[in-house]
């Protein structure tokens, strides 16, 4: 084995000095050298050719020769495997430097297209996607985050599909329209602040959980998996907290894989006094078959208010139960009578004294006090065995309760016993534990897509019921609810649902870039706008551009496909400005060569992905008028209409 390879082998040894493909991260050993790393030294001494190499003996002691491992390391040709020569004959290195060694360029996860979702077609194939470290440099990403160019525009009502003209905007000039949007989240969401920032009531999102095992749906290398989740879910709740209104509320459904760890990176976004609420949800009654330990049954909401000092939430409709338990009904409300005396063996008048006192009562219940008047009876707490206990509110909140016809007095047996009247005012109160049939995933998620399409349209929707409950207890009539990680669209349907039930307004914008948005959430919606004769909805996309081509790589099935689509991005996508838009014949030898290697074809979708230029995936909304993106003027009319005065700035 030659030095240079032996060398190599040896730095691999260390998992902080390797990519998620494998490959030796110069920059990162450099760095160790840089710091004169413990573990880097041990490892460079345990070879005795390599020590020899970078090593000076003086009296017995080895001292390290920072200035020659440096310049060694430093050699073009130190890495000189399939995968880095082919980079090198593109021209993704700058100064005989690959991109991620360039000390002058920040590492960031700024959206999904680029680094977490690959080219995703279906529910199913997030199981399976690429992850993409990108290099790029920070004032890149405020061109990427621009608005974009809005295109493809729609209204769907109850009469089905026609073209749009314009938008509805309410007294204050926001736009009132229920809205369905194509393209990827992060990019969206910063194309509709300038409309939507500080108006949106309630954001309601269930992202990708990042559970390990059969469902990760971030399925790269394990050291990168936590923190690029983390990341990916940062960049995101940055900009929703932007949009929420001083009033609105974000809840997040999350398992307990990233509970902890979301609840604290949402700490900070949002402030740690701005949590309202944990609530663990029943969503699997029947629990999870294949759990090593726990039969996992339940997932979790984190809720947060934009601020708590002026959030408020509803109450809950009665169930069956309750409503059956609350069957008096006077000129004020429904109730159910609790005796007044307490019970519990810390009920006694020595552990609360301020609960022990006599009631009095004449014979007609005319008089009902804590006066002994004349032909006034005395009740005290006594249980069935005439031991002492205490009442359950204190003397003035029992005189409270008298003033306002709280408290009923019944005869039993010759004796009075004292009642309180237990009221429900237009509902109950969320508890932090929410447990009902109706919350069942399988039953009322995938059971109901199963009989609205025939078939198994989509994998783990929640039930419409949890949905419509959240949405209830976060949002009165007019509100604006946001979901921009639709999915199969239940955030939607719950909303129809609701103003269909409840006759009101609310409005739903929803995000989706995977292309079952079209055969599945839209068909879903327009579904439930026709058969409730009400509603309407306008779709449209973000304009694509390098996009499209993210897509191919990621669903080509060969080398082959992927050579050719390489002769396609040189002509027609726009590539970074270091990339040769040539195809030597070196560099497509290297490519073949890279292709029969182990997780070949991985490799290749990622360095064709890293040759494009990440600030054209869209076409930014300050390129509207370029001739080359050949936008309609229809198209033009309606992206001004959207934007309104912030599309010239």
Same mark, same amino acid.
């Given at each position: ?224 998996? &936590? ?11 940055? $900009? ?138 005395? $009740? ?63 039953? &009322? ?47 939607? &349907? ?111 979708? &990622? ?43």
């Amino acid at each position: 084995m030659s030095f240079h390879a032996r060398l190599i082998e040896l730095l691999k040894k260390d998992r902080r000095f390797i990519d998620d493909d494998g490959e030796l991260i110069i920059a990162a050993v450099q760095d160790g050298a840089w710091k004169i790393d413990r573990d880097l030294i041990k490892l460079l001494l345990s070879d005795v050719e390599i020590r020899a190499k970078f090593f000076d003996e003086i009296d017995g002691y080895w001292v390290f020769n920072f200035n020659t491992f440096i310049e060694y390391t430093s050699q073009k040709g130190l890495l000189n495997n399939s995968y880095t020569r082919f980079r090198n004959r593109i021209g993704l290195t700058i100064g005989e430097q690959f991109l991620r060694e360039r000390g002058d360029v920040a590492l960031v996860w700024p959206y999904k297209d680029c680094f977490l979702e690959g080219g995703q077609t279906s529910e199913e194939d997030k199981h399976d996607e690429v992850f993409f470290n990108e290099v790029l440099a920070q004032d890149e990403i405020t061109q990427m985050l621009a608005p974009k160019v809005l295109t493809r525009f729609q209204r769907y009502s109850p009469n089905g599909a026609q073209s749009v003209t314009n938008f509805r905007r309410d007294e204050n000039g926001v736009i009132r329209d229920n809205l369905i949007i194509k393209g990827n989240n992060l990019l969206t969401l910063h194309s509709i602040k300038s409309e939507f920032r500080g108006q949106v009531n309630l954001i309601y999102i269930d992202p990708p959980f990042n559970t390990s095992g059969a469902a990760n749906v971030f399925s790269y290398n394990n050291s990168f998996n &936590h923190s690029s989740w983390l990341t990916f879910m940062k960049n995101r709740l940055e $900009i929703a907290r932007e949009l929420l209104s001083q009033t609105g509320i974000i809840v997040i459904a999350i398992d307990h894989s990233e509970l902890f760890y979301l609840g604290v990176l949402a700490d900070e976004i949002f402030s740690r006094e701005n949590r309202i609420g944990v609530i663990a949800v029943e969503t699997n009654p029947r629990g999870r078959s294949d759990s090593k330990f726990f039969a996992t049954s339940s997932e979790y909401f984190l809720v947060y208010a934009k601020d708590e000092k002026v959030a408020s939430i509803n109450p809950l409709p009665l169930t069956k139960d309750q409503a059956a338990a609350f069957s008096n009904k006077d000129d004020i409300s429904e109730y159910r009578l609790l005796p007044f005396r307490r019970s519990g063996s810390n009920s006694t008048p020595k552990e609360r004294p301020n609960l022990y006192y006599p009631i009095f009562v004449n014979e007609d219940l005319s008089y009902i006090g804590l006066e002994d008047k004349k032909g006034c009876r005395k $009740i005290t707490p006594k249980d069935t065995d005439g031991n002492d206990k205490v009442w359950r509110q204190s003397k003035e909140r029992f005189m409270e309760a008298v003033a306002n016809g709280d408290i009923v007095i019944k005869t039993i047996n010759g004796d009075f016993a004292v009642y309180l009247k237990d009221r429900i005012k237009n509902g109950r109160k969320p508890k932090t534990i929410w447990v009902s049939p109706s919350y069942d995933a399988s039953s &009322h998620g995938t059971m109901l897509l199963k009989a609205m399409f025939k078939r198994k349209a989509f994998s783990y929707p929640k039930s419409i019921f949890l949905i419509k409950d959240i949405i209830r207890i976060t949002t009165s009539n007019n509100d604006l609810i946001l979901d921009f990680f639709a999915g199969s669209g239940t955030t939607a &349907h719950a909303v129809l649902e609701l103003n269909k039930e409840e006759n009101t307004s609310r409005q739903f914008i929803i995000c989706e870039q995977m292309d079952y948005l079209q055969p599945v959430t839209m068909k879903r919606i327009s579904n439930v706008i026709e058969e409730n004769k009400q509603g309407e909805f306008i779709y449209f996309e973000l304009l694509e551009q390098n996009e499209a081509f993210m897509q191919k790589i990621q669903s080509a099935a060969s080398s082959a496909e992927l050579l050719n689509l390489w002769n396609d991005m040189a002509e027609g996508s726009f590539l970074n400005w270091y990339v040769n838009p040539m195809r030597p014949e070196d560099a497509i030898l290297d490519f073949e060569a890279l292709g029969r290697e182990e997780n070949g074809l991985e490799k290749q979708k &990622h360095l064709l992905a890293e040759m494009l230029d990440k600030n054209q995936l869209y076409v930014n909304l300050s390129e509207i008028d370029d001739a080359q993106f050949n936008v309609s003027e229809d198209d033009k009319n309606l992206n001004r209409a959207f934007y309104g005065e912030s599309i010239n700035g």
